[in-house]
């Protein structure tokens, strides 16, 4: 390391070797030193650090703390401790050792993690292609992390099956932050596989139990319970009884959002069960005290809006304002849900054709692009019962042979 520290403090300071080796020591010897390839005496380091003004014992304290802080920023990113998030993130990109060779493939990576935590797509990728173009050399955990963060950057690109084949290439022997499992259960259950998804769910939900990590406990917990549901209605006596465990969690931990999901999911079981009035209520409560500025929030609001709409428990007067409030969250954050809010605002005026041609021109394009695979089947079994509806056979024809042919009915 002191060879590295002598190189970098050089290069910082625009020195050559030739300027800093007089009466010291040979070029050559030095240039061997920087590299790490021969023996050297003390002396000689002492005066090399003189003539930089640095202080070993403190550089080289500095280089571990970096290190360390990059490993903690990654640590943190998994607990989801946000606080300490921004305080690490801050640290460490004012940190001139960020530049140091030695860490650029660590700070990469790690500054990939932190936007991708952010939903960051854009500044996250710029960090995933400066290692993929510059020719940095990786160990076996650096290539696995890579491939961890194109897993994440793919899901949150709507790209699952990419995000499906990196998360399953990883080397388990070489990388063990296994929290990769919860991105690859994500990524099988937006692919509708619902086996695979329980699967790395279940793996994932026993990591972080085994870790104390409750906050990430909650969020496989719910992903297991969507998957118990996904091909039937699982007995709802212990299906409640989960979800209400998971009420009384998110209350402890103080974990409000978490707490959103956890409602918006239970409504989202319940409509499925056709308990409208009961799906209704929780829909209330996750948007009461979701964050009313964010895309989680335009998310719940569909899902509220829908059931009001099937069940007529909601007036469409107030439908309305609720998909023109869900249309300007969409615009603000460049959300697809602008497509479904577009479609409910023509549904609810009982514009029915140019609702439905929301669907076939706008919805289902979008979703076959990005390969969500969920969102595909949603849509096409809407739209082929609209056919039906107005007998149109033709279209409903070979909409039938697309959701045949679904992995979920196989």
Known sequence: MEGRIIKYYREAKKLTQKEIVQGICSITHLSKIERESTQYSSEIIYMLCERLEINME?????????????????????????????QLKKELTANSLRK???????????????????????EAYYF??????????????????LKHQLGIYY???GRNKDCIRELSSIDHDSYHQNEYYYHLALAYYAANQNVQAYYYGKKAADYFHSTMNVNRMIDSETLLLVQLNAKGAHDFKETKDRYEA????????????????????????????????????YYLKALEIACENSPLYAMFLENYIHNGFISGLVHKKELLQEVRKGIELAKTYQWSGLFTFEFYSFLIEG?????????????????????????????EQR????????????????????????????
Not at 58 to 75: A, N, P, S, V
Not at 360 to 369: A, D, F, G, I, V
């Open 246 to 281: 998971l009420f009384r969690l998110c209350e402890e931990c103080g974990e409000v959002e978490r707490k959103a999901k956890v409602y918006n999911n239970f409504a989202y079981d319940l409509h499925k069960r056709k308990k409208y009035t009961e799906a209704h209520y």
């Open 100 to 122: 140091v060779p030695d860490f650029q493939a660590s700070y990469f990576l790690t500054m990939a993690r932190y936007f991708l935590y952010k939903m960051k797509v854009t």
């Open 58 to 86: 403190e550089e080289i304290e500095r280089f571990h703390q970096f290190k360390r802080k990059m490993t903690d920023l990654q640590k943190q990113i998994i607990i989801q401790d946000d606080e300490r998030i921004e």
């Open 383 to 410: 739209l082929f019962a609209y056919y039906r509806k107005i007998g149109d056979v033709e279209n409903a024809f070979e909409l039938a042979k697309s959701l045949i042919a679904s992995p979920t009915l196989v």
């Open 128 to 145: 995933i292609n400066q290692l993929q173009k510059e020719v940095i050399e990786l160990t076996s955990f650096e290539e696995n992390s």
């Open 155 to 157: 899901f949150l690109t």
């Open 351 to 379: 514009r029915e054709e140019e609702a439905y041609a929301i669907i076939e021109n706008k919805l289902l394009p979008y979703y076959r692009q990005s390969g969500d695979t969920l969102m595909i089947e949603k849509y």
